[in-house]
């Protein structure tokens, strides 16, 4: 028996949820008021929880992927100095060996 991995858990957990919400918008589509402050709406409250979840999910999105950004340049950045130590390294490296190859051509 094979365990899911990180992604398909998230990806069922996020069907269940789902489902519930749809279930849940399902049963309530009685008609409310809903005040905006400078009108007043009266709209099914199916529509108002989808819309509500629509908009949560959009702030989700939006928030998680600046974090990533931020992340991905700090990556980026560590990732460069990696690469030119490890230039530094290596073509110090070679410097050594031609040396040590003029050394052993001048001593033969």
């Known amino acids: 028996m094979t365990f899911m991995n990180n992604k398909q858990s998230r990806f069922v957990i996020g069907l269940i949820i789902a489902l519930i919400v749809v279930i849940f918008a399902v ?11 400078f009108t007043h709406v009266k709209l099914p409250l199916i529509i108002l929880i989808i819309v509500s979840l629509l908009l949560g999910a959009i702030i989700t ?48």
Do not use: C, H, Y
């Not at 340049?73 to 990732?79: E, P, T, Y």
């Open 61 to 108: 999105m939006l928030l998680a992927s600046s974090g990533k950004k931020k992340d991905d340049n700090k990556l980026s950045r560590s990732a460069k100095k990696q690469i030119s130590n490890v230039k530094v390294s290596n073509d110090s490296q070679i410097a050594d060996a031609l040396k040590e190859n003029q050394v052993k051509k001048q001593t033969k």
């Open 27 to 37: 049963l309530n589509v009685n008609p409310v008021t809903v005040s905006f402050g």
